[in-house]
């Protein structure tokens, strides 16, 4: 377990995943004293790219990350890859993220990693949990990052078995499993290949409150955009039963029993 102040960077695909699976461990983190970064891929916008300080969704990260206690926020610079079959051409001032070039986008993520001296890289699972393909990509890339920088890297996800009970209910609101009919099945991680799981119940309101934040995603007409609604606004108590915990797998790493802080590193295998 480190000592002192730790520096942990949370890599993210889209501003609002920031908070959906590590917020309550970020706020955590950042009310321990610890330096948090969030680095998102892409802006969110399928449109081409404007000055950043104009992209609604990163201003709305940046209101999500005060939130949460984060230091900063850093845009790696990529275009949003969209969901469905179709992958829309390229802007004609970025690529799409899931078209990014892995060496230079995991070097761009490692340049940040070694300017922050980071203890810890938080990125996502071999499926990107539910198989969009720019979470896909941020797992190669922060995969290849942490190879690059030595880090040590946690991949952001939640239990397979919790996701398959959940997987129909969840279908019906059009939500986690509408980019991977099987999601529910084959993505996320095992239960037994979990190495961390976090409680984060006293900071559930703030967790709500990142998510609040992110108001375009919760204000819109879509299912997952009511879904994004009920969760922000729904009453307290409730929102910390559904999202009081996180969980974390340490690639070649395992632990008999769950370890309840990310600082913390499991046994190598």
Known sequence: MLRGVATVIAFHAHPDDEVLLTGGTLALLAAQ????????????????????????????????????????????????????????????????????????????????????????????????????????????????????????????????ELVHGLARPMRLLGFAVRYDADGGRSGFTPRAEITHRVRVGRYARQKQAALAAHYSQTSGKSRAAHLFHLLASMPTPLFRLAGGREWFAEPGARSATRITDVLQPASRN
């Open 33 to 160: 004293g610890h330096r948090v970064v969030i680095a998102v891929a892409t802006d969110g916008a399928m449109g081409a790219a404007t000055s950043p300080g104009s992209q609604p969704r990163l201003r709305e990260l940046q209101a999500s990350a005060s939130v949460l206690g984060a230091a900063r926020v850093v845009h790696l610079g990529y275009a949003d890859s969209g969901y469905g079959p179709i992958l829309f051409p390229d802007p004609p001032d970025r690529a799409r993220f899931a078209r990014a070039d892995l060496g230079e986008a995991a070097g761009r993520l490692a340049a940040l990693i070694r300017a922050e001296r980071a203890d810890l890289l938080l990125s996502y699972d071999a499926r990107g949990g539910y198989g969009h393909r720019d979470h896909v990509r941020v797992h190669e890339v922060g995969a290849l990052a942490a190879e690059l920088t030595g880090v040590r890297l946690l991949e952001a996800t939640l239990p397979r």
